[in-house]
C-alpha cells in the first residue's frame, strides 16, 4: 500500500477511469478519507457535468444560413421567349441548309461503301452511350450530395 495521496489527476481518473490507476492506488483510496472526500467531489462535479442541459441556439439557425445563400434567378418571360426565338432561328437555318446541301449529301453516301457507313453509326453509338453513362453517374452523384443536405433547407 502506498502512504502518498493520489495526484488530482489520480483522483480524476479513480472516478471516471477506474482501469487506468494501478490496485496499490485504489487501496489508498479506501482507506484514506482525504483521497475519499476529493473522489466524492469529483463524482458530484462529473455527475453535474454530465446532467448538464445540451446547449443550444435561442434561434433558427437554417433560417439565417439560408438568408445568406445565393438565390437562383427566375427565367423571366422575356428570357423564356428569346430562348425559343433564338432556337426558331436556328432551326429555320439548319433546314434551309439542310435543304441545299441534301443532293450532296445522297451523292457522299452513294460513294461510300455501306461497311463504312454502319462502322460510324456503331462507332457514334458508341461513344454516345459512353457519354450518356458518363453524365448519368455524375448526374446521379450531384442527387446523392443534394440528398444528404436536404435538411437543412427544410
Ligand atoms: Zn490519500
Redesign the pocket.
Known amino acids: 500500500m502506498i502512504t ?3 495526484t488530482e489527476t489520480e483522483i480524476q481518473l479513480y472516478v471516471d477511469e477506474r482501469q487506468m490507476i494501478s490496485d496499490e492506488q485504489k487501496a ?2 479506501e482507506i ?1 478519507t ?2 475519499q472526500a476529493k473522489t466524492k467531489n469529483y463524482a458530484l462535479l462529473f455527475q453535474s457535468i454530465h446532467d448538464a442541459p445540451k446547449p443550444t441556439f435561442d434561434f433558427d439557425l437554417s433560417v439565417l444560413i439560408l438568408e445568406h445563400l445565393p438565390q437562383t434567378q427566375s427565367e423571366t418571360l422575356v428570357d423564356k421567349w428569346m430562348k425559343y426565338v433564338v432556337l426558331g432561328i436556328i432551326g429555320i437555318i439548319s433546314l434551309i441548309l439542310l435543304y441545299l446541301i441534301t443532293p450532296y449529301l445522297w451523292a457522299i453516301f452513294a460513294t461510300i461503301s455501306p461497311l463504312l457507313i454502319c462502322t460510324i453509326i456503331v462507332c457514334t453509338a458508341g461513344i454516345s452511350m459512353f457519354l450518356f453513362t458518363g453524365m448519368y453517374h455524375h448526374y446521379q452523384q450531384k442527387i446523392k450530395v443534394l440528398n444528404t443536405t436536404a435538411p437543412l433547407q427544410q
Open positions: 502518498v495521496h493520489l489508498h483510496v484514506c482525504k483521497c
